[in-house]
């Protein structure tokens, strides 16, 4: 199983990026997924999660302002992020909650600053 994440980067406060783990080894649309950050110093937290039959759920610090979604042709989900603040600063990380285990990608870093 292998979660490959991109689309991190550089971007202002109010900006916006999407973030996205394409999976293989698994299918993604048979399992929850979620997106977790880590700041430094900071213990990772949940940002976002989606169930096999689509709920989703937000940590409130995010709420109104990220969107995660699933892609099941593509076997990719994604993190839409907006109204962007310089505390979003973090490694973003998905992870998988398969049948047989969890699966964690190696994260991408999201850096929000003027």
């Known amino acids: 199983v292998q979660l490959v994440e991109s689309g991190g980067g550089l971007v202002q406060p109010g900006g916006s990026l999407r973030l996205s783990c394409a999976a293989s080894?698994?299918?993604?649309?048979?399992?929850?997924m979620a997106w977790y950050r880590q700041a430094p110093g900071k213990q990772r937290e949940l940002v976002a999660s989606i169930t096999t039959g689509g709920s989703t759920n937000y940590v409130d610090s995010v709420k109104g302002r990220f969107t995660i979604s699933r892609d099941n042709a593509k076997n990719t989900v994604y993190l839409q992020m907006s109204s962007l603040k310089p505390e979003d600063t973090a490694v973003y990380y998905c992870?998988?909650?398969?049948?047989?285990?969890?699966?964690w990608g190696q994260g991408t870093q999201v850096t929000v600053s003027s």
């Open positions: 080894g698994i299918i993604l649309s048979l399992n929850a």
């Open positions: 992870k998988a909650f398969g049948a047989f285990g969890s699966y």
